[in-house]
């Protein structure tokens, strides 16, 4: 059993007035112990609402969601709020995108680091105090004792972020879920960042879901990948496997639109046409398929199908009825080899 | 933090100069000149002359300004047309009527403004929400002097819960070491003065307050409803903290920023508006000395009464200034 | 600063330390979205049912009213502190000059849209241009028209309408006058507001780099895109000038002809016989809250509709 268990997770938005949205549809993943999973799309793919899914974050209103998301053996999707609370930010944790306006502007850092110990680990302010301190320096905070006495905006980009990790990290959670934790910063500190996380998951034996839309950051971090496109996991494959053999075009398109340093100057970078608002329902055919340079008449005959392009034991299902590098057309029928 | 206030208080010099330019042109704009207006319009020409002569209007524009100015600074506003008395001693004395009305009335307004408000932002869009913002623009389009009426003739007429006008019973009897007649029962240990003072208080401070409990239930709405969507916010969820540190902590602190500058301001509107509801309640504060000060076009009271009013006004902005400072580690540091 | 730009959502005051950080940038254009958001919102329908009422009614007076609201034919009627109620004739009753009140109602929503037209487009055109010039000019002008507007703001509204209305002397045009100078500020700052946020914006870079003019900028560019602010703060404005009236016309400020009908003046009189007739004061105070309440609901639908974070 893994740490984390995501099944046939669906989320549809409702709003009056508006057609239903479904924003991810079927979506399962594993996440073992000490293990990082990469879940890589563009905006309005989906993975952010997985997870915030995953940390029951959604709106109670005009957000409806399926399938089950189960924690070492508790299944989150049937508790209630209540119960909710105990287990965010003690058993699961979460670092968003952008530290500036995550972080509470009016309150010290200090507070909003004790608030979660005396939360969730029952320590009282003064014990808080030298657990907070402890943990910023853990995540190489400089001067921590000072540092928590600070506000938000007195601290840089970097730092900022730094405190967001010790936050969640604070409770030693057993799963951290990363939401573009990079995105809002500079590009020198983006690296000192992805080193922290990977150190931290190293060292506390956490399981990691990294959300992102930079496949190079999945490159140097994760173990696994999942590609979502469209609210659906449309490749996953170990991180090698899938630098190695991107299946799916869009991973292909991906993979090929990185900037290569050993590039010929005058080759244009590629690109993938269109944008991801072109787009086709999935219960008819391939979402991708109105931007797919690959696209043939079966993509839009009602859902693609997955195909197996790994071994049991190293799977990577790839959802598409033409994969890269394969020849044949991939049928209900043959999906397996 | 103090160069901060320095800074402030420097700031108010233009605007109090200016503000007494203005008030120097209006004197001199008054029908008939500034001699008819100290007088009033009945003046014998000696009088007049005398008066011109005393007030140098005979010498150069600028020195006259100098002199005005010299005795704005003195708080010297000449006597007032009404009672012959000097206008300052006049406000004085009814200054603490004033202020007990109008801090009654923003003790209701943010007593339930705030606690309104915020109910209809976390009810957004539901009954609570529309009486909510229904009531409040009521409260701003209804005349002061109208809700007044209305209150009086309800509450004092025809139900006789409460007293009709002035300040306190005329058939008891109270010492007023302060004027402050609700803190005065109680200094002297005559209780029931003050709560006949309270009752006194009540619909005067109802009355008042309908602008200010408007204004600031439509700001806390808003700014709750702007605070709630706030990535910090969604941060306060994602650790597990129990409702209420959410409330206070991470919605209601940074959502009373805006309401706190908001509170500051609509002192000035009550003073402004005590001017209204005094007269409907026969309310013996600077207001009704200054609402009958119109009436009898007693011009040195209008003009003391809005120097007064403009420099309270302005103090209270920069104290709420400081509190904003206070508030927003922010603003503080920068 | 008076209740009309705290209303408007621009809370601020003299100090811009505070104005800055909780001040939300205007809506910029009246798009179709927004149109269509304004029709599907009850209170914008009622709040345009109620401006279309209190026109019509304030044009068509002459043919809606039975009488002349001057005509004082039925004093025999009225005996001290008995004042006719309702009746087949006189809807609203007589008052205790022995008027038509309904007429006089009915010829009072003419002053009542004439006051709040004239001192709202006095008033608009002056801030307006001061606003503009501030924004345009920057630097000591900027200073000197902001220092000057902080100066107005620093008396509260009404006071402030209150001073010019003594000064000027008893008449309608120094009551529009007074409520036109309260506006001036805060039309003043709304459009330095506009012209600093758009001269950033990136169609006026555009329009600089290919070398227009800063006077054709600010003609066809600025001013236009501005639009849509100056008609919600308009529309509130209107709304507290028909409220401000009446305050003017209880402190005696109204015009000089004590006869002619006015709402404020109706209301103040009815303080008299409050006790016997208390109807006389509710008529007209009704009538007062209903005019600005339908300028208040469109001004405050309007700014809604065009607000992106209150999209539903």
Redesign the interface.
């Known amino acids: 059993m893994s740490l984390l268990e995501v099944r046939d997770l669906s989320v549809t938005f409702t ?2 007035g508006q057609q239903p949205v479904r924003a991810v549809d079927g979506v399962t993943f594993d996440v073992a112990a000490g293990q990082s999973v990469g879940i890589v799309g563009e905006s309005g793919s989906g993975k952010s609402v997985t997870s915030l899914a995953v940390m029951g974050l959604l709106p109670a209103r005009g957000a409806h969601l399926g399938g089950t998301v189960t924690l070492d053996g508790n299944e989150l999707t049937s508790m209630d709020q209540r119960a909710l609370r105990d287990v965010r930010g003690r058993d699961v944790a979460m670092i968003f995108q952008d530290p500036m306006t995550s972080l509470n502007p009016v309150v010290t850092v200090g507070r909003q680091l004790t608030e979660v110990l005396t939360r969730h680990a029952g320590l009282r302010r003064g014990e808080a105090k030298a657990e907070a301190e402890q943990l910023l320096r853990r995540v190489g905070i400089p001067d921590p004792v000072r540092r928590l006495g600070e506000y938000p905006h007195q601290l840089s980009g970097g730092m900022r972020q730094r405190v967001m990790i010790a936050i969640a990290i604070a409770c030693r959670p057993k799963l951290l879920i990363a939401d573009e934790p990079t995105t809002a910063l500079d590009v020198t500190i983006q690296a000192q960042i992805l080193d922290l996380l990977r150190n931290l998951v190293a060292e506390s034996g956490c399981g990691m879901i990294m959300i992102t839309h930079d496949l190079g950051v999945v490159a140097g971090l994760c173990d696994t990948v999942h590609v979502m496109y469209s609210g659906r996991i449309v490749e996953s494959a170990g991180t090698k496997e899938l630098f190695g053999r991107p299946s799916h075009p869009y991973t292909d398109g991906l993979l090929q639109s990185i900037p290569r340093i050993d590039a010929d100057p005058a080759d244009l970078l590629h690109t993938i046409p269109g944008s991801a608002r072109d787009t086709v329902p999935w219960d008819r055919g391939c979402a991708f398929q109105p931007r797919c340079e690959r696209a043939v008449d079966e993509c839009l005959a009602g859902p693609p199908p997955v195909a197996e392009l790994g071994t049991p034991i190293v799977p990577h299902p790839v959802r598409c009825v033409r994969p890269v590098g394969e020849d044949v057309i991939v049928h209900e029928g043959n999906v397996a080899r | 933090m103090l160069r901060f206030i320095v800074r ?1 208080l420097a ?1 108010l010099v ?2 109090l100069l ?2 007494s330019v ?1 008030l120097f042109a ?1 004197v001199r ?3 008939g000149g500034p001699a008819y207006a100290l007088l009033g319009e009945r003046a014998t020409p000696e009088a007049v002359a005398a008066i011109e002569s005393q007030l140098g209007l005979d010498r150069p524009l600028w020195e006259q300004y100098l002199q005005f100015l010299g005795r704005a600074v003195r708080l010297d506003f000449g006597a007032s047309l009404q009672t012959g008395q000097p206008v300052i001693e006049e406000m004085l004395r009814r200054f603490p009527a004033t202020i007990e009305l109008a801090l009654a009335a923003l003790l209701i307004a943010v007593c339930v403004g705030i606690p309104l408000g915020y109910l209809a932002a976390r009810r957004y ?1 539901t009954w609570i929400d529309s009486l909510a ?2 009531g409040s ?2 409260g ?7 809700l007044a ?2 209150l ?2 309800v509450f004092a ?1 025809e139900l006789g819960w409460l007293p009709t006008a002035g300040r306190s019973d005329p058939r008891a009897r109270a010492d007023h070491p302060t004027g402050f007649y609700v803190l005065d029962g109680i200094i002297t240990g005559n209780l029931d003065a003050s709560w006949d003072a309270i009752q006194h208080l009540i619909l005067p401070a109802l009355a008042l307050s309908s ?1 200010p409990l408007a ?1 600031i239930v ?2 806390t709405r ?1 700014s709750v ?2 605070v709630v969507n706030e990535d910090y916010v969604r941060t306060a969820e994602a650790k597990g903290l129990l409702p209420g540190t959410i409330t206070w902590r991470h919605v209601l602190k940074n959502a009373m ?2 309401v706190t ?2 509170i ?3 002192l ?2 009550l ?3 005590a ?2 509801t005094e ?2 309640f026969a309310f013996a504060g600077v207001g009704k000395f200054m ?1 009958d000060g ?2 009898q ?1 007693d ?1 040195p009271t ?1 003009q003391g ?2 120097l007064v ?2 420099v309270v ?2 103090v209270i ?2 104290i ?2 400081l509190v ?2 206070l508030l ?1 580690p ?2 503080r540091v920068s | ?3 009309n730009e ?2 408007a ?1 621009e ?5 811009p ?2 104005t800055e ?2 001040s939300s940038r205007p809506p910029r254009s009246l798009g179709r979205e927004a149109v269509r958001r304004l029709f599907r919102n009850p ?1 914008a329908i009622v709040g345009m049912v109620l401006i279309s009422l209190f026109v019509l009614v304030a044009i068509f007076a002459p043919l809606i009213a039975p009488y002349s609201p001057t005509d004082n034919s039925w004093l025999d009627q009225v005996r001290p502190g008995q004042y006719p109620g309702p009746s087949a004739e006189h809807w609203l009753g007589i008052d205790p000059l022995g008027r038509d009140v309904f007429s006089r109602i009915i010829y009072g929503a003419r002053q009542s849209l004439l006051i709040g037209v004239v001192s709202l487009a006095l008033g608009a055109t002056a801030g307006i241009a001061l606003g503009v010039l501030a924004g345009a000019f920057g630097g000591w002008v900027d200073t000197v028209v902001m ?2 507007v ?2 107005m703001l ?6 402030f309408a ?2 010019v209305a ?2 000027l ?1 008893q008449s309608l045009t120094s009551v529009m006058i007074a409520i036109a100078v309260v506006n001036v500020p805060i039309f003043a700052r709304l459009l330095r507001g506009e012209m600093l946020g758009q001269r950033g914006a990136d169609y006026v870079l555009a329009a600089r780099s290919l070398g227009i003019s800063r006077s054709a900028i600010v003609f066809r560019h600025v001013l236009p895109n501005s639009f849509t602010p100056v008609l919600v703060q308009g529309t509130l404005t209107l ?2 000038a028909i ?1 401000e009236a ?2 003017l016309a ?4 109204s015009g000089s002809d004590p006869s002619a009908p006015e709402w ?1 003046r109706m ?2 009189d ?2 008299e016989t ?2 016997s007739a ?1 109807m006389l ?2 008529y007209p ?1 009704l009538a ?2 209903l005019a ?2 339908g300028f ?2 469109v001004g ?1 639908s309007l700014r809604e509709a065009l607000d992106p ?1 209150f999209r ?1």
């Open positions: 709003r009056s | 402030r700031l233009p605007i200016g503000l203005l209006w704009a008054l029908p869009g913002v229904t623009l009521l701003v389009t209804i005349p002061i002097f109208f009426y209305i009086k003739y007429v602008i204004v439509r700001i808003a409803l702007n920023l805006p500058t908001v500051g301001l609509q000035g509107v003073l402004a508006g001017v209204l007269t409907v609402a119109i009436v076009r011009f209008i009464f809005i009013i403009a006004y302005v902005n920069m709420v200034d904003y400072g927003d922010r603003v | 600063m008076s209740v705290v209303v959502g809370p601020g005051g003299p100090a330390a505070a950080s909780v209170m220092r000057f902080d100066i620093s008396v509260p509204g009404l006071l209150i001073a003594a000064m002397g709304a507290l409220v009446a305050g209880f402190l005696g400020l404020g209301l103040t009815a303080q409050l006790t208390p004061a509710v105070g007062i809250v600005a309440l208040t609901l405050e974070k539903r």
